[in-house]
């Protein structure tokens, strides 16, 4: 081991269990080098982020974002531990099960079992009496299936017998399922996630059946994957993160039953990573510690609240939201405006904002509609603030007298540009003592609205309404002003309010620039600064989740949505990435907080041994077996910048479980970017945690698959950081909502790393060769599975095209990677060279021939690799997503991924439509003349000469007029022969392709065919 440990995991000495041999798996590839149930595990992620904020750590803080599943984690962990065999079919089979994607796992999970009539009416069997009782007794014959109207016509009842086993009727179960002939995406759809089952009931039917291929004896995931560790390590397996972000990765590793190390730059992460292991991962004294912990913070800060009387209105009611705006004085007019992009206060309660003119002090009252009518409501959607069509720019629009006045928003704050580009405008920069403005200040606020809620009396139901802003009102308005002025330097150095100064950033600028909030607090009003300051006065470590999650949704960035929760409701500052200033915001109560003290968090017990640190990635000094990260890259969110929202918050008095990390971003440290700094400091990082590595140990890399640049990026990574890759693949990680139209994959590619050990030596041209064999053989193998698992056929593809494009990809790296010299050169030292703008690297052009090297393997069937090698990106592209639209593929996602390999500008162009899981190509009708003139994609190549044939003779056109027409299209038609071959090839191979979809188009395709076939050349 090349590292001085001075930082220790305790690993407890455990009984090894018979058979297991320590070591027996130290050399053996790990499944995840040779195979992934890509497929599955896709629709899997999918079904986990489409859950939002019911997934399992969710509840710890919403604010973070890009979340990477737990089942994937899961089963990047399972691979680096399983052995690949020399069976990888049953090796596919045994992951699935642990991951509980196998049939029988699949009932176990399902809503609602299914009926015993179901299984009647799909499974054969041979006696029904061994599994089930009929009433009346002998009205069905002795075997199944038996038709559902049978039962239905006699009014049959079907039960399971009690003596049939869990196992056994799982079984029957699961062949239902599989007979219902639904795809696997479809099946999870309606079933629960892997960890929303007890483990002990999803595994029933596993364990016999594993230990007997991995020769353990567990009868758990955490002591199969201990006896895995041994067997591979030496000892339960260690496993770390060094970006622990929301604390995904450590948490799903300690569940598993590995010893975790997480840590982060960042003291937010560590914080969600401890909730993570402490809350949601915590044993249930954790959790009735938790529990008395949060009732007696919310009975001590209502307490305080209600000692001031500064929610009630007197007589019985509370104030559940407060609303506020700003307002500015017209400098046409000279009147002060409420700025209100809407008028409306609540769609649901249908109440809306009138501006009653106040002439004497040039300014508007502002009193409430209640059940406003349908032309009250679209007159109000319309406010004081408004977009200019044309520019977007906002501006601020009334009207006084008939005259009606509109000033920019951005003429009001006076910005202007430096000679040195900087910008700037005449807002005042507020200064620490500052939480509201003060009288000359550009921007005033003013509470315009209060929801009220009357609790629940004997009989009567709870009641709820808004009401316009009175005298009481005001007066309470300034007693929390008062209260928080007089406390608030004593606040601010107990740490119990921010005193931090906002460092401008990409991010953070926005505050400063709009508003000029020069510090975090002043992103709070004087009512949100008092609650919260109670609360962070109040809390121990299980009370900062709550205070952090409070915060955002109670912030001066906080957003009243009109059209939520029937009334409405104020929404997360983090919604969006971004510190996006207000017009208007929402302001709740201290009753209207519950969600941020009491959220129901899921419960497991985490019994394995759990570190975290906050440092650098590349400060790591532990010895650890498997790294899996998951590092910002590129387009990140700037966590590094926004999430100082909550340290000002924390830094002066973090509880003691947090007292040893960092409280500040260190913006200057973290790893963000795509230029020479972003690759510089993942050599770094990743190189330091090779060298935490044994010898066998195993890195997994998360990554989004966007920049052009990514896999030179991630060669040039890779080898700087003394590492080789073994694998890669390709997983759907996002919902529908994310795959926007316009940007490339929104998945993650998983790579996989080893230690270079050899300084082995090679030739461009024999480096080549081995590719091509490398790339071929990986497409074999995989093939080669999509047709049988355990003996049995499997009525789905294990993998599809892009699976097995990603693992060509992976397969060219790999063999990449292997080499410390190629044509003479370093590859170290290539890798360490700055990248020029536009100039092609000699990583870039070994990346683009291995690439290259692995596209021409993917030749769809029914095109002969000849006629393959002729055709350009365009061409291609087509063709491959018709064969997979045959298929039955249509995520956009595999369009992106497949436009990218084949170097397709814009293949938006060749799409009848983008929806995320219903994309398609236009058929030869829909593209019309598109792409017929020079500078198109498709222009002058034989596929499009041939497309537009098929729209001719779609369109009932003479076939001679189609066939001069073509020739005409394709001019080297009769000077080479090879032309006319490759059309009549291409209309057979869209007349077969298009036979389900596109009837029609298929019959014009085979007429064209013939046409060609026949044709006199003279």
């Known amino acids: 081991m090349e590292v001085a440990a001075t930082e220790k995991l305790e690993v407890r000495a455990t009984a090894q269990p018979g058979g297991v041999v320590p070591g027996a798996l130290a050399n053996t590839p790990a499944l995840i080098e040779r195979l992934m149930p890509v497929q599955k595990l896709s629709a899997e992620a999918y079904k986990e982020q489409m859950a939002v904020q019911g997934k399992t750590l969710t509840a710890l803080g919403s604010y973070w974002k890009g979340r990477k599943p737990l089942i994937l984690n899961r089963a990047c962990l399972l691979g680096c531990l399983l052995p690949a065999t020399d069976q990888p079919a049953r090796d596919l089979a045994i992951l699935e099960m642990l991951l509980g994607m196998d049939d029988e796992s699949l009932a176990g999970r399902q809503k609602r079992a299914v009926s015993p009539k179901e299984i009647l009416t799909l499974v054969p069997l041979n006696r029904l009496e061994d599994y089930f009782e009929v009433r009346p007794a002998g009205a069905l014959p002795v075997a199944a299936p038996v038709s559902a109207l049978l039962l239905e016509l006699n009014g049959l009842r079907v039960n399971w017998r009690a003596d049939v086993t869990a196992p056994e009727r799982r079984r029957l179960e699961a062949e239902a399922l599989v007979l219902r002939g639904q795809p696997y995406r479809e099946r999870v759809s309606a079933a629960l996630r892997p960890e929303e089952v007890a483990p002990e009931l999803l595994q029933l039917h596993i364990w016999k059946e594993v230990n007997s291929h991995l020769g353990t004896q567990a009868s758990s995931l955490p002591e199969l994957v201990e006896q895995l560790g041994i067997m591979r390590f030496g000892h339960r397996p260690r496993v770390a993160d060094t970006f622990s972000g929301s604390g995904q990765i450590p948490f799903e590793a300690a569940r598993l039953g590995c010893d975790v190390y997480a840590s982060d730059l960042n003291p937010i992460a560590c914080m969600l990573t401890w909730g993570a292991f402490n809350i949601v991962g915590g044993t249930a004294s954790q959790r009735e510690a938790l529990r008395e912990s949060q009732q007696a913070l919310v009975k001590g800060v209502k307490a305080e609240v209600d000692r001031l009387e500064v929610e009630s209105d007197g007589q019985g009611w509370r104030a559940k939201v407060f609303l506020y705006c700003l307002e500015a004085r017209c400098p046409q007019s000279g009147w002060l405006v409420p700025l209100l992009p809407k008028l409306i206060v609540s769609k649901g309660f249908k109440v809306v904002a009138e501006l009653v003119p106040d002439p004497e002090n040039k300014r508007y009252n502002i009193e409430l509609r209640q059940q406003a009518t349908v032309a009250m409501l679209a007159a109000a959607d319309r406010g004081t603030v408004r977009t200019d069509g044309n520019s977007r720019e906002p501006y601020l629009y009334h009207v006084v007298d008939g005259k009606e006045y509109r000033t920019k928003i951005s003429t009001l704050r006076g910005d202007y540009r430096r000679p040195d580009g900087s910008t700037g405008n005449r807002l005042r920069q507020w200064e620490k003592s500052d939480f509201q403005p003060r009288p000359d200040d550009l921007y005033q606020e003013r509470l315009y609205a209060v929801q009220w809620v009357r609790p629940r009396q004997g009989d009567e139901p709870e009641r709820s309404e808004f009401r316009a802003v009175t005298a009481d009102d005001l007066a309470r308005e300034q007693k929390v002003a008062r209260y928080v002025a007089e406390h608030l330097a004593d606040w601010q150095e107990k740490g119990w309010i921010p005193d931090m100064r906002i460092e401008p950033g990409d991010k953070t600028i926005e505050p400063i620039r709009t508003r000029g909030w020069m510090y975090w607090h002043q992103l709070f009003n004087a009512r949100q600064l008092l609650v919260a300051g109670f609360t962070n006065s109040m809390s121990d470590a299980f009370g900062k989740f709550a205070l952090t999650r409070m915060l955002n949704k109670n912030s001066r960035l906080s957003r009243w949505d009109i059209g939520v929760g029937g009334g409405g409701a104020t929404q997360g500052v983090f919604d969006t990435q971004a510190m996006n200033t207000l017009y208007n915001y929402g302001t709740r109560g201290t009753d209207a907080l519950s969600d941020s003290f009491e959220p129901s968090f899921k419960q497991f017990s985490i019994l394995s041994e759990t570190k975290i640190s906050s440092h650098a990635a590349n400060e790591i000094n532990t010895p650890i077996d498997i790294f899996l990260t998951d590092p910002p890259y590129g387009d990140a969110v700037k966590y590094e910048e926004i999430l100082e929202f909550f340290i000002a918050w924390l830094r002066k008095s973090p509880p003691p479980e947090f007292a040893d990390w960092v409280w500040d971003s260190r913006r200057a440290l973290a790893i963000k970017g795509e230029d020479e700094a972003f690759r510089r400091s993942m050599v770094s990082a990743y190189a330091r945690m090779a060298t935490c590595m044994p010898a066998n140990g195993l890195q997994v890399v998360m990554f989004t698959h966007q920049s052009s640049t990514i896999w030179a990026d991630m060669a040039n990574i ?270 057979g191979y869209l007349a077969r392709h298009l036979a389900r979809r596109r009837p029609e188009e298929a019959k014009a395709a085979r007429i064209l065919r013939e046409l060609l076939t026949h044709q006199q050349l003279g």
């Open 718 to 987: 890779v080898w700087a950081a003394g590492l080789q890759a073994t694998a890669a693949w390709y997983v759907v990680t996002e919902t529908d909502s994310a795959l926007r139209a316009g940007s490339y994959v929104k998945g993650t590619v998983l790579l996989v790393l080893r230690k270079r050990e050899e300084n082995l030596r090679i030739t461009r041209d024999d480096l080549a060769y081995e590719i091509q064999d490398e790339v071929e053989e990986q497409v074999r193998q995989l093939t080669g599975l999509n047709q049988q698992v355990m003996g049995r056929q499997r009525a789905e593809n294990v993998f599809e095209d892009a699976d097995i494009q990603m693992a060509g990809y992976a397969a060219a790296l790999r063999v990449l990677t292997r080499y410390s010299v190629i044509d003479g050169r370093d590859m170290t030292t290539e890798a360490a060279r700055p990248r020029v703008r536009n100039q092609e690297t000699f990583v870039d052009s070994l990346i683009k021939f291995a690439v290259d090297t692995a596209n021409q393997c993917l030749v769809p069937q029914g095109i002969s690799a000849g006629h393959w090698k002729q055709l350009n990106g365009a061409e291609r592209f087509y063709l491959k997503m018709l064969d997979l639209e045959d298929r039955d593929v249509k995520t956009l996602d595999n369009y992106q991924n497949f436009a990218k390999a084949f170097k397709v500008r814009d293949y938006q162009v060749l799409l009848a439509s983008l929806k995320a899981n219903d994309a398609r190509l236009r058929s030869a009708s829909e593209m019309g003349r598109a792409e017929m003139s020079e500078g198109a994609e498709l222009y002058g190549t034989v596929l499009r000469a041939v497309l537009y044939a098929l729209m001719q003779l779609e369109r009932d056109e003479d076939g001679a007029i189609v066939q001069a027409q073509l020739t005409h299209n394709i001019p080297t038609y009769y000077a080479d022969l090879t032309q006319r071959e490759l059309a009549i090839e291409l209309a």
